[in-house]
């Protein structure tokens, strides 16, 4: 089993992945012609959708974190 520390970065590079295909695609649909702009919306929208998933288990990680540390500061 993978440590909080290695999810969270293998977190984080997903995370970055996404942002530069998303990045890449907005480009790439500004060089183009408007007839191609619905299929690059889609890939968009489906790498937001990813984006946003990751940037939850990501939130979800840092606040299982943090409330394991407040119940040892309690005396578990």
């Known amino acids: 089993?993978?440590?909080t520390d290695e999810y969270r970065q293998r977190l984080l590079t997903e995370l970055i992945e996404h942002s530069a295909k998303i990045d890449f695609l907005v480009i790439k649909s500004k060089d183009n012609a408007a007839d191609l702009l619905p299929a690059y919306q889609h890939e968009l929208e489906e790498l937001r959708?990813?984006?946003l998933i990751t940037t939850k288990k990501l939130h979800e990680l840092?606040?299982?974190n943090t409330?394991?540390?407040e119940n040892i500061g309690d005396g578990g």
Request: proline fraction near 0%.
């Open 67 to 69: 409330n394991v540390w």
């Open 49 to 51: 959708a990813k984006q």
């Open 62 to 64: 840092e606040d299982h």
């Open 1 to 3: 089993m993978k440590t």
